[in-house]
């Protein structure tokens, strides 16, 4: 935390007017009836307005100025009630200065106090955490007061609240996707399985870098799952491709021709991945690297994804066909690992 500002609460003079109910009643008189008295004597009443051509012009009645600029003389504010009783304000409430705040600030109906706090160093979620333990354990609150925190903190738990649904509804969806693909319940696990370890490379960069976990270090992460989500699926159907052109052509379905077929496909995609790598990490370094306005969220969300074009396409071309085989070489008799490439 590098500085806090709190409002000032106090500093405001305030004349309060009180209506003495009892007194008000015994001359007939009501709560609005006094405060309607108060509003047009002082703060003027609108009774009709001036048409000149085009222009309107409001006309404003109330109580000559030199009647009304002192605590005395507005307690001497004579009145007429319907009745025909001429009375003083002060006969009927109670008038006095009070002190208050310079503005008056209301949230959600509540009047309302600000304390700002600049987070820099930390990140957000556990300052905030630290703070809250800390007004927890020494504040005391009176009845009728409450503590909130806002700002972009707030903003993080409605986002973080958000990503607990849409998160895992999208992986489902995925993975329904991924299944109506393959036909195959373990090529789509071996898709999902491997987002997560693509991701490496994207932590790494951003710890190197310093940023703390954010909403727009999440988006990079989600938008990188999905590109290494890709690289599985091409992958895979690159060697389903193989495989199945070699048992066409005639060939025995035996380890050998899907060591082919590994051979086969992940040399086809060695190029296109390469290519694939290069254009992401050229579109995407001007925006790591850049300064200005909009860059420290851009930054966040452009690092993830630069981090994660090392080690997601190092991934997909060698740890993917190597699960691929260990899923699909079970219907084959196990080879003598000396056999292995």
Known sequence: MSSALAERLTGGRYIDVDVDRQAAARFGLSVADVQAIVSTSIGGDNVGEVIQGRERFPINVRYPREIRDSLQRLRELPFVTERGAQLLLQ????????????MLRSENARLS????VDVRGRDLRSVVNDMQAAVAREVKLPAGYAVSWSGQFEYLERATQRLKLVVPATLAVIFVLLYLLFRSFRDAALVMAAVPFSLVGGFWLVWALGHNFSVATAVGFIALAGVAAEFGVVMQVYLNNAYSRRLKAGEPDTDDTLLAAIREGAVLRVRPKAMTVAVVMGGLLPILLGSGTGSEVMTRIAAPMVGGMVTAPLLSMLVIPAAWYLLHRRRH?????????
């Open 91 to 102: 006969d009927v409430a109670r008038i006095a200065i009070q002190e208050g705040p310079p």
């Open 113 to 116: 106090g600000w304390v700002y």
């Open 333 to 341: 008799p196990a080879l003598n690992p000396k056999e292995i490439p």
